[in-house]
């Protein structure tokens, strides 16, 4: 099936330790997504990929960092520069160029600090 | 700088109800606005899009408006059950090319038995 698979589920992170989130799709689509979302809020936008080899920054990228070096991947790294890394992290992708396609969803990781 | 407020933050129906939930926007210049649904610990799944060309969106028991001039958008759900239960987010694409959403804070229904 078509999908987009994130993982772990769940991560722990160290003090002073840089952690990387999966995001791989099938979906064959040109543009994915990073959102974080906090307890009771809506998902804010971390950093974006339109096309391989290319990202921009969202509206949150500070502690963060990503690359696409493949159409299907797009890992996250969460950086001990990101003093509150504590939330659930999305992974969403879509087709480019078309006004109507929705975002696609994984089902997230959920990042706590030890 | 393009805000999305949802109310209200919670609501709990008897099974069997109709039911509106409330989606405001400050920029009226979008490209699409979208209703998600979340279930606890999960992804997005998304519900209905509606162009900002077009007024309203159908899928079963769902019914979404978009009235742009207004800033408004309400998803209607007739006759809720339980399985309805779970955070519903609206977000707005807006007038840039490059698909970002913004979303807002959600409003999560609970369906009594």
């Known amino acids: 099936d078509g999908g987009i698979t994130q993982s772990p589920k769940y991560l722990f992170r160290k003090e002073g330790q840089n952690v990387t989130l999966s995001c791989e799709q099938n979906l064959n689509h040109d543009a994915m997504y990073w959102y974080r979302q906090d307890p009771g809020q809506g998902l804010r936008l971390i950093y974006y990929s339109q096309i391989v080899n290319d990202f921009q920054k969202g509206d949150i990228a500070e502690g963060y960092s990503v690359s696409r070096e493949k159409k299907e991947s797009f890992p996250l790294t969460v950086t001990s520069a990101q003093k509150n890394p504590t939330a659930f992290y999305l992974c969403?992708?879509?087709?480019?160029?078309?006004?109507?396609?929705?975002?696609?969803f994984g089902d997230g990781t959920r990042l706590s600090i030890l | 700088k393009q805000e999305v407020t949802q109310i209200p933050a919670a609501l709990s129906v008897p099974e069997g109800e109709n039911l509106v939930l409330n989606c405001s926007f400050t920029?009226?210049?979008?490209?699409?606005l979208q209703w998600f649904r979340q279930d606890p610990g999960k992804g997005l799944t998304s519900l209905l899009l509606?162009?900002?060309?077009?007024r309203e969106q159908t899928s079963g028991r769902l019914n979404a408006s978009l009235d742009k001039s207004s800033g408004r958008s309400t998803l209607y759900i007739a006759a809720s059950q339980p399985g309805d239960s779970a955070t519903y987010l609206c977000?707005?694409?807006?007038?840039?090319?490059?698909?970002?959403?913004?979303f807002g804070q959600g409003t999560t229904l609970q369906v009594k038995p």
């Open positions: 969403a992708s879509s087709r480019t160029g078309e006004n109507s396609q929705p975002q696609h």
């Open positions: 977000a707005v694409r807006g007038s840039s090319n490059t698909g970002k959403l913004i």
């Open positions: 509606i162009q900002s060309s077009q």
């Open positions: 920029d009226s210049a979008i490209y699409n």
